[in-house]
């Protein structure tokens, strides 16, 4: 712990409500924030109240008013300053992912080198928030198209990616001139307090604060607020299909916007000509890493019956190999899950497996005694299932890979299309029919199709995000960036006349005048 108390300025008991300074002793409950590692307490948390909730909205909506104005690749040498920070402490604020979510090592350095892509890219991105100009079907006319800042946004992120998903959203945000609020998980709430820090330090050095603000609480005092508050015009949330609709419903019912990355149940098809050595790594990342904690996780493993066996049996083979126990240790492949729960509702949902007829290959044990006292480990399971299993058709968000053997292309993009989540998906195969098919406007129906690459670990250049109860959001790259501005359509007459569209003639003609 020493080491984040210097390098990070975490303390053991710390506020949990941050604007650029920090609020010293906010009013909510306290909040204890375990490492899943070994159970134990890692640091106490003082929540956001009421009070403190209004502050910081206050502090957020005036920094907004000189912020907008600022320009944006100013905005965006700020930015700059956040990812040289981040670069700095990255393996520090990696190790601390780990500790507080369990991810290994790796992945949580990947976690933290995503945030600095993040900041980047949005450096570039401010100077780019181009519009566009439009010809006027009137003389002497000038139609163009301009994106402004759109207000105090809300920002709620997941346990899994505790801190990369605040900058897919912040970074962004932050160029384009909007002020924000972050509500991270109660999960995770430290490396959301050494995130804030570090934003804090580089704000501080400008002069300015209210920009970046983080408000801990639980979604009922601090999240429950944040969606129904009108002053946030939109709320970018990330999180389960459940929480998604509560915050479509309340923030839709106000009529302000929300960005929605909800769950996944992503798949991937292996076709007869596919290289299945790539396939079986691909597979084995997607279904294993971050212990099945992804949203873009393999949770479905659609293969032709040509290669269905053989496959199996080289999944089963490297699945033995991998390595469960402390994800700080360089040689662990698979940490623990977040918590006891997460554990009992793997057990619980491959029980119900069973109990619809399927059958569990391998793994699938909840380990217990030294190095996993914590009851968070699990080993990863591979169950021979049909598609149409209730169980099959959720996201259970553990790793768990089921199992399907199809005839042919069209029967795996039935099978694979049918379910209600619309993340991310994947084709195996050498054969361009089969490819662009899997590609065409009747393949897969995910916000993410790869060829020949698993399912998990995009890139922050593409759009991110998923259709049907994944939400339709799209963070990070291309043009994602316009959530996160309002568009304005302007016009400008520099002739002499008022001419009106659509040919309009109106007013008196002069022989009717009055006077
Ligand atoms: P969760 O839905 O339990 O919580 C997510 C966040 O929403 C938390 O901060 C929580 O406090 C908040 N929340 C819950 N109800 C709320 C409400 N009524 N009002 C305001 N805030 C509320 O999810 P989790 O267990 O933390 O994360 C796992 C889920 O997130 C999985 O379903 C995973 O697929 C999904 N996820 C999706 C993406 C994506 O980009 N599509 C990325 C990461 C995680």
Redesign the pocket.
Known sequence: MRDFVVELGINEVNSGVGFGDWVEKPKGPELVSYSPIDGKEIARVRTASETDYEYVVEKAEGAFRSWRTTPAPKRGEIVREIGQRLRDKKKILGKLVTLEMGKIAAEGEGEVQEMIDMADYSVGLSRQLYGLTISSERPSHRMMEQWHPLGTIGI??????PVA?WS?NAMIAAVCGDTMIW??????PLTAIAVQKIANEVMKAYGLEGVFNLLIG???S???K??ADPRLPL?S????????Q??GE?VGKRLGRSL?????NNAIVVMNDANLELASRAILFGAVGTAG?????TRRLVMQEGIALKLTDQLIASYRQVRVGDPLDPKTLMGPL?DRD?AETMMHALKTVKKEGGELLCGGTLLEGKGYESGCYVTPAIVKAHPKMSIVRE?T?APILYLFTVKDLDEAIAIHNDVP?G?SSAVFTQNVRAMETFLSPAGSDCGIANVNIGTSGAEIGGA???EKA??G?R?AGSDSWKAYMRRQTATINYGKELPLAQGIQFGPTPSEAVC
């Not at 929605?260 to 996944?264: A, I, R, T």
């Open positions: 709620v992120t997941a346990f899994n990616f998903v897919w509500k991270p998980s109660s999960k995770t639980s979604s009922k601090v999240g429950e944040m969606i709320v949330a990330t999180g389960s299909c459940r929480m998604g509560r915050i309340v929605l990355e909800l769950g996944g904690q992804r949203c873009t996780t977040i997460a996201e968000f989540q993340l991110f995000g998923g994944t939400g959001g963070e």
